[in-house]
């Protein structure tokens, strides 16, 4: 991970061209920093908790609890009966 110092007013430009997207230091009050993010519409930006959040739920979603599989085993069982 790059590590940099900015300080208010201050940016950080990643990327170059038609992609590139600029960090800038709007606000430091305690340990909370306000950022604005200038990007393309094409680059998403998200907070890296909800991405954490959405993965969990995906998984979970994904993943049928033993009750529902059970469940579906038997319904099969009855339909090639």
């Known amino acids: 991970m790059l590590v940099l110092s900015r300080r208010v007013g201050e940016s950080i430009v990643i990327g170059d061209g038609a992609e590139q997207v600029t960090v800038t230091v709007l606000e430091v009050r305690g ?13 998403r930006v998200h907070r890296a908790e909800l991405l954490e959040q959405l993965a969990d739920a995906n998984a ?11 469940s579906l085993s038997e319904a099969l069982k009855g339909r090639s009966q």
């Not at 340990?31 to 680059?43: E, K, L, T, W």
């Not at 979970?60 to 059970?70: G, L």
């Open 60 to 70: 979970t979603a994904a993943s049928p609890s033993e009750t529902a599989v059970a």
């Open 31 to 43: 340990d909370v920093v306000r950022v604005g993010i200038d990007a393309p519409r094409s680059v």
